[in-house]
DNA sequence: TCTGGGGTCCTAGGACCC
DNA sequence: TCTGGGGTCCTAGGACCC
């Protein structure tokens, strides 16, 4: 199987092109910095101009910002500085206080992800989506798809999406979807990268485990405990060897994946397997003295997780809560009903004891409402005993069972 | 300098059933 | 009466990814 991952780079404002530009943070300062900036006295006079004729200079930057929140992403010129995703703002603007600093728009870049995904499927149309800026392709047997080991297809998937959108992407091309992950980093932005099977030495040894699309920090941190560095060091040690640090599951994929075996398929349709809301306060709550406060973002968190459900076809049964302590320790709590539901005040209601389950005397930072145990609405496999049967019958939990069944007939 | 929001998957213990 | 595995579900926590 041939593997082609894209990655997009996101870019709105022409005039920001080749500036080091940070997108992320909390977003109400930053919007209403930019809203500042998108509404200047020109001649006296309070002028809107639109956000793509702002000068350079009268962008708000990371170091005139102050609050929590991270980098969603950031320019190549930023990278320079050593900021990158999920980095905190406060860290960033330390090492690049001039960055210009834009907010997320989410709708903007959920649009922008669809034209991207619907350009590739038109060409290729196995792929197996990864997220807002990730796809698999399977491109196997896309007519032309072998020509120069991919190079063809990828350079015109490139033009394509550039001519539509204007986006630029990054294509690793290899033998399976481990390597083509790795391999569409060698060459961003905007590069193609092709990794045959005799690369792994050459290419794919150097690299470091972190490179690895599931060894994360804590595994890496271990790893490096171990004496091990780079793939190739990984490599150099037995199936046996690596069970016996990380155990069976995770060692058995560490053999795998540094001798570059990876036999997962393309997934070209998935179920959601839960639904959730959470948010970070702008300051720590306490769950006594802010109280009513904190009530109001619980019920709005269960109204908006209920209005995902129902506009997605979605009931669930396993409710549950998730908050985060001011010293950032998280916990969860979750309570499994014998019904689905898609109804905020149930959630409200259960999502309540759940939290009421929880030790509340140290400040929160967050607070989320999940759902779980998903199932299709409307889905007659699903029973569903408050809307299909009348609630007073048993639960039918055994149909083998002919006693139970003599019962209810 | 503290660290968003939306997810998936794995582990592990206990309950419960066969 | 005691001992046992195996399977599934529930709950909590944690690693990791985009």
């Known amino acids: 199987m041939d593997a082609f991952y894209a990655s997009v780079e996101l870019l709105r404002y022409p005039q920001l092109k080749g500036l080091p530009v940070v997108i992320g943070g909390g977003r109400r300062t930053v919007d209403d910095a930019l809203r500042l900036a998108g509404s200047a006295l020109i001649d006296g006079e309070p002028t809107e101009r639109p956000l793509s004729k702002i000068p350079v200079a009268d962008f708000p930057r990371l170091k005139d910002y102050t609050g929590r929140g991270v980098i969603t992403t950031a320019t190549y010129a930023a990278r320079q500085f050593g900021v990158g995703s999920a980095m905190g703002l406060m860290k960033a603007a330390k090492l690049c206080p001039q960055a210009i600093l834009l907010p997320v728009d989410f709708t903007e870049i959920r649009k922008y992800s669809r034209a991207v995904k619907d350009i590739i499927l038109d060409i290729a149309p196995l792929m ?15 007519p032309g798809g072998q020509r120069e080991g991919g190079r063809v297809l990828a350079r015109l998937m490139q033009k394509t999406i550039f001519e539509q959108t204007g986006l630029t992407c990054s294509v690793g091309v290899a033998p399976n979807k481990l390597i083509a992950k790795m391999a569409s980093e060698f060459n961003k932005p905007n590069g193609i990268a092709i990794v045959f099977e005799d690369d792994l030495e050459s290419k794919i040894w150097p690299l470091a485990c972190r490179k690895i699309n599931g060894i994360g920090p804590k595994a890496d941190e271990k790893l490096k405990a171990l004496g091990i560095e780079t793939i190739g060091q990984l490599a150099e040690h037995d199936l046996q060897w690596l069970i016996d640090h990380f155990g069976q599951k995770t ?7 540094a001798h570059g075996i990876d036999a997962r398929p393309i997934v070209l349709e998935s179920e959601p397997v839960s ?3 959470e948010t970070s306060f702008e300051r720590d709550l306490h769950a006594v003295r802010d109280k009513a406060e904190l009530g109001a973002i619980f019920t709005r968190l269960c109204e908006q997780v209920a209005s995902d459900l129902q506009r997605k076809g979605y009931v669930g049964k396993t409710i549950g809560i998730k908050l985060r302590y001011d010293d950032f320790k998280s916990v969860t709590r979750d309570h499994t009903l014998d019904h689905y539901t898609d109804d905020a005040h149930t959630l409200r209601q259960i999502a309540g004891q759940c939290l009421k389950r929880v030790p509340l005397t140290q400040r929160l930072r967050l607070l989320g409402v999940r759902v779980g145990s998903l199932a299709k609405a409307g889905n007659s496999d699903v029973y569903e005993p408050n809307k299909a049967l009348a609630p007073e019958l048993p639960a ?3 149909i083998d069972s ?4 003599d019962q209810l007939f």
């Open 128 to 142: 197996e989506d990864r997220g807002i800026d990730e796809v698999f392709i399977d491109f196997t047997e896309v």
């Open 402 to 405: 002919v006693v139970f069944t």
């Open 251 to 257: 060692g058995a994929w560490m053999f795998d994946a």
């Open 396 to 398: 039918l939990t055994a």
């Open 275 to 277: 639904i959730s809301r």
